[in-house]
């Protein structure tokens, strides 16, 4: 089981993890949905946490159909992470169509090469979403997949997370295909009813980790130990 936690700071890492975050996402902006942090803090928030940190890479809010110009300052971001050591990427890009655009994707690894790739939400942007789970799946840079089953939060998409998470299993394009991450509007209070549809191993949480449930609040140890207490018990009763 895996719980990922978003952070904005290294401080912000360093109490994820006291609260039992077995992964951070950085982010920036995350009003915006997340976009890519100051990148001259990356030595800094490497050196916070000894968990794995994954780096949004994403020049904007918006649209996740990226012009050239975007898509070179995306690429020379995920050179300076690489060359940090110790980070990998959170990223997305689409066709105008709905497609996961394959062509700026590669351009994305390959800039990156020694790294390891999530394709954040963009996903649920897809159409079909199963489509895109099979594209992904010919990328092995590309690890996890988060989404919330094209739904503005996981609870709504449970039984399209359900399905992804079946075809995720058995999709044999390469030897390890992309994981399902599944996070939007998860909480202490909805998980037990979600892991129970989904049976999903890998959760993604952001405002459920803040007080108040405010995505501008400090981060609170606590929400994220009642989470990783919720989850450790799912685990337990299977």
Do not use: C
């Not at 399209?160 to 994981?179: D, W, Y």
């Amino acid at each position: 089981m895996l719980l990922e936690v978003i952070a904005y700071t290294p401080e912000d890492a360093v109490l994820a993890v006291q609260g039992g975050a077995d992964r951070i996402e950085w982010i920036a902006d995350p009003l915006s949905g997340g976009v890519t942090p100051d990148l001259s803090q990356a030595a800094q928030m490497r050196s916070a946490v000894q968990v794995p940190i994954r780096v949004m890479v994403r020049t904007r809010g918006g649209s996740f159909v990226y012009t050239e110009d975007e898509l070179r300052g995306m690429r020379r971001d995920i050179r300076r992470i690489q060359a940090v050591g110790g980070l990998d990427v959170v990223t997305g890009v689409l066709t105008p169509d709905g497609a996961v655009d394959t062509s700026a994707l590669e351009e994305l690894v390959n800039a990156g090469q020694r790294l390891a790739f999530t394709f954040h939400r963009a996903f649920d942007e897809a159409k079909p979403l199963h489509r895109a789970l099979e594209v992904l799946s010919v990328y092995p840079q590309v690890t996890d997949i988060l989404t919330s089953g094209g739904a503005k939060a996981a609870p709504k998409g449970a039984s399209v997370i359900a399905e992804l998470l079946r075809r995720s299993a058995i999709t044999e394009s390469k030897p390890a295909p992309p994981r399902i991450l599944a996070g939007a509007g998860l909480t202490a209070d909805n998980l037990r009813p979600f892991l129970d549809a989904t049976h999903a191993r890998r959760i993604h949480i952001g405002s459920a980790a803040r007080f108040g449930g405010n995505p501008l609040a400090r981060i609170d140890p606590q929400r994220i130990s009642e989470i990783r207490r919720i989850l450790q018990s799912h685990i337990e009763q299977r």
